[in-house]
């Protein structure tokens, strides 16, 4: 197992690590809208869900994947009403390239955010 790690997404709030790749596949810790300097996103669940996508891009890039390596994504949301806009935001990142997916309403998110999302990739090469 390697620890992936990288100043360009926020670092872990726990006991945990950013991501870890495990025979070629990378599997990232669920991303919430905060930024590199710890700063949750202001505005509403798209702003917050482009900025998880920010994180999960650099944490990807630090592994050796990419967006477009993903596999599965599972999304964590506050409220399914909101779905349509992080569905949105998500099929920009996501467009020709459609991981399988699943998607879940839950109580409560991390420092009370809007979105949180975790993926598991590929390693390129």
Do not use: W
């Not at 990232?28 to 700063?39: A, D, K, R, V, Y």
């Not at 935001?89 to 420092?111: D, I, M, N, T």
């Amino acid at each position: 197992m390697k620890k992936v790690y990288t100043t360009k997404a926020p670092e872990a709030i726990g006991p945990y690590s950013q991501g870890i790749i495990v025979n070629n596949i990378f599997y990232s810790s669920g991303q919430i809208p905060l930024t590199p300097e710890m700063e949750i996103v202001e505005g509403g669940v798209q702003e917050q869900t482009h900025q998880v996508f920010q994180n999960l891009k650099a944490v990807l890039a630090e592994a050796g994947a990419s967006l477009d390596t993903v596999v599965k994504a599972t999304v964590f949301i506050k409220n399914m009403d909101e779905f349509p806009l992080i569905n949105e935001v998500y099929g920009e990142y996501f467009s020709e390239h459609q991981p399988a997916r699943s998607c879940v309403e839950v109580a409560r998110l991390p420092k009370d955010v809007l979105v949180e999302i975790e993926v598991i990739a590929l390693i390129k090469g």
